[in-house]
């Protein structure tokens, strides 16, 4: 296994702009993970894909966020209009069909 | 739902000496419960889980973890820390069955070990 990988490690944006965040699973794991993590604070659930399948959102999700997993694949999260309050980690992970989740190394995001 | 509560934000120890890390939970159904290890600017590592049977897990890197049903704790313990251990740790549940397995993390406990 080559692990989660997560791209880009680091973006910095100005207020307002869009950002897109990208995230490789272990291959054949067919469920994904985004998690958010501020600074001072354990992660907290964004969102969950079961194969291409979006499943759940977190209320956390507003409408400037969303989602993707096209084929089942990688998976893309895209934060439009970005604000100051979105700067924080963001965690993705997969698992196969367990309750075991694989952690990528996130990406890091800091919106000026 | 599910919540976690790390007792501790900071445990300042020494090299060679034991640790232990706290770590309840409240939950309304079966849950799987989870230590995780981040190391600065990088992402979560899984150090044990507790599924079910044996309430004593043992992890990587010489850690273990008891699980009591009774007090709704999951403490972590080492007998003899390194250096290397310093890092921010993470406990977590998630419930059992269904297929949505996400994770409720605590605050986490910054392990710093001095020599």
């Known amino acids: 296994d080559t692990g989660v990988s997560q791209n880009p490690r680091h973006k910095i944006t100005k207020r307002g702009q869009n950002v897109t965040f990208r995230c490789d699973p272990i291959?054949?794991?067919?469920?994904l993970y985004w998690y958010r993590q501020t600074l001072g604070q354990g992660p907290e659930f964004l969102t969950y894909?079961?194969?291409?399948?979006?499943?759940?959102k977190s209320r956390l999700l507003s409408d400037r966020f969303s989602a993707e997993r096209p084929k089942g694949s990688f998976s893309t999260l895209e934060i439009q209009r970005t604000e100051q309050g979105d700067s924080a980690m963001y965690l993705c992970?997969?698992?196969?069909?367990?309750?075991?989740?694989?952690f990528g190394p996130g990406t890091r995001l800091l919106v000026l | 739902a599910q919540s976690v509560t790390q007792l501790d934000s900071q445990v300042p120890v020494f090299e060679e000496a034991p640790v232990e890390l706290r770590c309840n939970y409240s939950?309304?159904?079966?849950?799987?419960l989870f230590w995780y290890v981040q190391y600065p600017n990088q992402g979560l590592q899984l150090l044990l889980k507790?599924?079910?049977?044996?309430?004593l897990v043992k992890g990587i890197n010489g850690f273990e973890a008891e699980f009591n049903k009774s007090q709704t704790s999951f403490h972590l313990r080492k007998p003899s820390v390194h250096i290397s251990d310093t890092a921010e740790y993470f406990c977590?549940?998630?419930?059992?069955?269904?297929?949505?397995?996400?994770?409720?993390f605590g605050k986490g406990t910054l392990l710093t070990v001095n020599p």
């Open positions: 291959s054949e794991h067919n469920r």
């Open positions: 507790y599924l079910s049977g044996s309430t």
């Open positions: 992970a997969s698992s196969f069909p367990s309750e075991t989740q694989y």
């Open positions: 939950s309304s159904v079966s849950v799987y």
């Open positions: 894909f079961q194969n291409e399948a979006q499943l759940e």
């Open positions: 977590a549940v998630s419930g059992r069955g269904g297929s949505n397995y996400k994770l409720t």
